[in-house]
């Protein structure tokens, strides 16, 4: 079993605990970052790792054009 499999399994167990409580704890982390690569309007990003999305949710609201993987089937 490669490092996909056994991370997707890891964080597929239970995402939407993960997007409700641990991603909604990163979001000062998030703010920050995209703040820190203003303007975001005419970029494109990628999130590897995204879970839940809720970083490219807040990059796609300010403008950048987002995609976003992870290896959890279910969160993906």
Known sequence: M???EVQGE???RDPQTWA???E???RPLYDATLRALEPL???TLLDAGCGAG???GLAADR???VSGLDASA???
Do not use: E, F
Request: aromatic share 8%; hydrophobic share 50%.
């Open 2 to 4: 490669g490092s996909a």
């Open 74 to 76: 279910p969160a993906a």
């Open 63 to 65: 403008g950048a054009t």
């Open 24 to 26: 909604a704890q990163m």
């Open 10 to 12: 890891l964080w597929g």
């Open 54 to 56: 809720l970083a490219l």
């Open 20 to 22: 409700r409580y641990q």
């Open 41 to 43: 309007a005419g970029r």
